[in-house]
């Protein structure tokens, strides 16, 4: 996804207002993309804890541990807090998901079915790199779920194996396995999300969240 306005130099001067009408614009962009909300955030609303990243490992996420971007090998929750506090704005988004239809189909497929964070971390992923094109060389995004899920689909890490990571520049330790509070976050954005029930259709609607750090 190339800047739609032209060259800048990375990490150049950026004033406030060109800051904010950056930050709009991306907003404006997720949507295009099909993320059912996005809002620019301060950068101060996200909080890291603990208790979150705990909850990768207790009880047991199927990832844990798999990749290394899965607790108990993801960034320490310390190095986060500190790179985190030094940004001021991010975007955040959020993406409808229909979680039925990311249920496995009997019997016609040994690969995991697409991941319902699938979307959302897309959205991440076009959103940082149309920021770092725009100059702002620290942006820096996260998404949902594990990178072995969603990625490799369930395929055994070739990064754990001591290999090269299948997909370089794209993989990364979703909001979660930093530790960050995404429920708190999400409801100081005005929405909501429920826990997912055995029956799907249980829950008024499901999402998947992502956040773009920009500046
Ligand atoms: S190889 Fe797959 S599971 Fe391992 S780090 Fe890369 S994306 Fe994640």
């Known amino acids: 996804m190339a800047s739609e306005r032209g060259p800048r130099a990375l990490g150049g001067p950026m004033n406030e207002e060109l800051l904010q009408a950056d930050l ?18 301060p950068a101060a609303w996200v909080e890291v804890d603990e208790r979150v990243r705990l909850k990768c490992i207790v009880p047991r996420c199927d990832h ?5 971007n899965c607790p108990p090998n993801a960034p320490d929750l310390d190095l986060v807090r500190r790179a985190l506090a030094r940004y001021r704005w991010a975007v955040l988004i959020k993406c409808d998901v229909d979680i039925a239809s990311h249920a496995p189909a009997a ?48 395929q055994p890490c070739q990064a754990m194996a001591g290999g090269a990571c299948r997909f370089p520049y794209r993989s990364r330790p979703s909001m979660e396995a930093i530790g960050v509070d995404v429920m708190s976050l999400i409801h100081r954005a005005g929405w909501s999300a429920y826990a997912m029930q055995d029956d799907p259709n249980a829950a008024p609607f499901a999402i998947t969240v992502g956040i773009v750090f920009v500046s």
């Open 24 to 41: 709009e614009r991306y907003r404006q962009k997720a949507l295009e993309l099909g993320a059912s909300g996005a809002a620019v955030i």
């Open 64 to 68: 844990a541990g798999l990749t290394p």
């Open 107 to 154: 019997g016609t497929s040994t690969e995991e079915p697409l991941s319902f964070h699938r979307q959302g971390n897309q959205l991440v992923e076009d959103l940082e790199r149309l920021a770092f094109r725009d100059g702002y060389h620290l942006t820096m995004g996260f998404g949902g779920g594990s990178c072995m899920a969603d990625l490799c689909r369930g």
